[in-house]
T-cell receptor, first 114, second 114 residues
Framework: TQLLEQSPQFLSIQEGENLTVYCNSS?????LQWYRQEPGEGPVLLVT?????EVKKLKRLTFQFGDARKDSSLHITAAQPGDTGLYLC??????????????FGSGTQLTVLP | DTEVTQTPKHLVMGMTNKKSLKCEQH?????MYWYKQKAKKPPELMFV???????INESVPSRFSPECPNSSLLNLHLHALQPEDSALYLC?????????????FGPGTRLTVT
């Protein structure tokens, strides 16, 4: 069972359309990151959300952390071909210990057609 | 500067070869990670080093041997690999193993085992 459910898995849209990607869990996260990855490259950190209900904006991208810190969404307005890539959410669980790890969602492969 | 560098960019090796992957960061981060990633899938955690000590080994086969010579460097030694080990190998670092867990990824090494 995937700890972080990400949807949709694939999304192909026309330039100028809006879209939303969802990341859901039954677990509470201390923080959640969103990454974008292009083919053959490493994931690039887009944003970190920490506080329940937090909303962060990065140009045309809006990120929201659920009030209960169990879910998050990424909304892209007026998508452009340069937004094409694999979008990954990753959450850090509350735990004790010296080294904690991220739990990754399954990823959303976004293709924006010109 | 949030740069993590990895060398080589591409590596082709036979099943009897011994090779090493290298990762470097100069951000003063105290946690470093190795991930394996198959195409269009999320990264899978292999190892975590916390303050230069191995703290997590996700049941990785012994043909993969990590090494952390100092706080800036991370190596992954490869020996007697199998074709199914072909993947993108990602290195990442984070400031503090116990912090908000923002991880910064390198560009990866594309490994092909023939």
């Amino acid at each position: 069972t995937q700890l972080l459910e990400q949807s949709p898995q694939f999304l192909s849209i026309q330039e100028g359309e809006n879209l939303t990607v969802y990341c859901n869990s039954s677990s509470v996260f201390s923080s959640l990151q969103w990454y974008r990855q292009e083919p053959g490259e490493g994931p690039v950190l887009l944003v970190t959300v920490v506080t329940g209900g937090e909303v962060k904006k990065l140009k045309r991208l809006t990120f929201q952390f659920g009030d209960a810190r169990k879910d998050s969404s990424l909304h892209i307005t007026a998508a452009q071909p340069g937004d094409t890539g694999l979008y990954l959410c990753a959450g850090a669980l509350f735990s004790s210990g010296s080294a904690r790890q991220l739990t990754f969602g399954s990823g959303t492969q976004l293709t924006v057609l010109p | 500067d949030t740069e993590v560098t990895q060398t080589p960019k591409h590596l082709v090796m036979g099943m009897t070869n011994k090779k090493s992957l290298k990762c470097e960061q100069h951000m003063g981060h105290r946690a470093m990670y190795w991930y394996k990633q198959k195409a269009k899938k999320p990264p899978e955690l292999m190892f975590v080093y916390s303050y230069e000590k191995l703290s997590i080994n996700e049941s990785v086969p012994s043909r993969f041997s990590p090494e952390c010579p100092n706080s800036s460097l991370l190596n992954l030694h490869l020996h007697a690999l199998q074709p199914e080990d072909s993947a993108l190998y990602l290195c990442a670092s984070s400031q503090d193993p116990g912090s908000t867990y923002e991880q910064y990824f390198g560009p990866g090494t594309r490994l092909t085992v023939t």
